[in-house]
């Protein structure tokens, strides 16, 4: 069974930093698209980013030169590089398997806060 | 960027059939957007209804089905159940990789 676990959310001040992490097990993260997908409290589902298998990555305007995607494939984990955070970039960070049915992570929180 | 839209909220009777709906700003949605619609109850993550326009998901219950329809894409519920009762989400794929929500659609069993 496919699943993903994200960790690696948590408070962090107005122009810091974090990285998020998204253990795969049942498939393989370099066999296959992976997305991050974020959502601000009481708002809906925004993407973020997504890699593909050759290793190009896309990036939505507002978080594009500040988010950077990668994978570790021997670890069979997505990443997400979180820069120059700001106010508006809280909310639950899902890993998603993309392509074809959309499987989802449980998602991780990122507080971005003074 | 384009913006994709949907119903804000929407309430249907137990047994009863509604149908939501997602448009697109840059115009008619068509199979080519792969339009995706995903079921979101309070406090879980997504998961994934229906993907490709119509097809639904293993997990998905006949009752669902997935169009086109008039320019946007539609979910249609035949025979409304209580847990049903969800936020629902569309997602259209834009040339250049770039995926676009819908701001959800609050489905109301009652």
């Known amino acids: 069974d496919v699943q993903l676990v994200e960790s690696g959310g948590g408070l962090v001040q107005p122009g810091g930093s974090l990285r998020l992490s998204c253990a795969a097990s049942?498939?393989?993260?370099?066999?296959?698209?992976m997305s991050w997908v974020r959502q601000a409290p009481g708002k809906g589902l925004e993407w973020v980013s997504v890699?593909?298998?050759?290793?190009?990555?896309y990036y939505a305007d507002s978080v594009r030169g500040r988010f950077t995607v990668s994978r570790d494939n021997s670890k069979n984990t997505l990443y997400l590089q979180l820069s120059s955070l700001r106010t508006e970039d809280t909310g639950v960070y899902y890993c998603?398997?993309?392509?074809?049915?959309?499987?989802w992570g449980q998602g991780t929180l990122v507080t971005v806060s003074s | 960027q384009a913006v994709v839209t949907q119903e804000p909220s929407l309430t249907v009777s137990p047994g009863g059939t509604v149908t939501l709906t997602c448009g697109s700003s840059?115009?008619?949605?068509?199979?080519?957007?792969?339009p995706y619609w995903f079921q979101q109850r309070p406090g879980q993550a997504p998961r994934t209804l229906i993907y490709?326009?119509?097809i639904n998901y293993s997990w998905t219950p006949a009752r669902f089905s997935g169009s086109l329809l008039g320019g946007k894409a539609a979910l249609t519920l035949s025979g409304a159940q209580p847990e049903d009762e969800a936020e629902y989400h569309c997602?259209?794929?834009?040339?250049?990789?770039?995926?676009?929500f819908g701001g959800g659609t609050k489905l109301t069993v009652l």
């Open positions: 490709d326009t119509s």
């Open positions: 997602l259209l794929s834009y040339s250049g990789a770039r995926w676009v």
């Open positions: 840059t115009g008619a949605v068509t199979s080519g957007h792969y």
């Open positions: 998603t398997k993309t392509g074809g049915p959309w499987d």
């Open positions: 049942g498939f393989s993260v370099s066999n296959n698209f």
């Open positions: 890699i593909y298998r050759d290793g190009t990555t």
